[in-house]
């Protein structure tokens, strides 16, 4: 199987090849350059060779941002319910006085199949981002209009 690699020139560049080709730089023509790290396709030797010659603050912002976003993608992925069917959800428990209950929460979400998570849970996310207002032991009334 093929290998690739990263290679960087004494010049500063980078640039990738495969295992068997030549290794001359493709900036200076300099065969002086190390193989700095092997790959299996070419596909992440091409964003290692990107990410390389880029400068280094932002390069590091790239692959932050990268990897936030894989960690978002894999979440949400784990679970079906929409946000805006949880806050659709919260919406048709609240009360014509504006306010919602924990009962009359876990009634909508039965009502809606809505099972990978708790009125308790939507409530507590809610009052933490600031939408809810605590009124009662059970009661609950909105701080901001949600679209
Ligand atoms: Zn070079």
């Not at 990897?67 to 919260?90: C, E, F, V, W």
């Not at 306010?99 to 979400?109: C, D, E, I």
Request: with cysteine; proline share 3%.
């Amino acid at each position: 199987m093929a290998k690739w690699a990263l290679n960087r020139c004494e010049c500063g560049h980078s640039f990738g090849t495969m295992s068997n080709s030549s290794m001359t730089c493709s900036r200076c023509g300099s065969p002086k350059s190390r193989v700095l790290k092997n790959f299996d396709d070419p596909q992440s030797l091409s964003e290692a060779v990107a990410i390389s010659n880029m400068p280094k603050e932002i390069a590091k912002d790239i692959s932050g941002k990268l990897s936030s976003y894989n960690r978002r993608s894999q979440k949400s992925s784990s679970s079906n319910a929409h946000p805006s069917r949880l806050i659709g959800a919260m919406r048709e428990a609240t009360g014509d006085d504006g306010q919602l209950t924990l009962k009359s929460l876990s009634r909508v979400l039965d009502r809606m199949e809505i099972s990978e998570t708790s009125a308790e849970k939507l409530i507590g996310q809610a009052e933490f981002e600031g939408r809810l207002l605590r009124e009662g032991a059970d009661t609950w009334s909105w701080l901001q209009q949600t679209s």
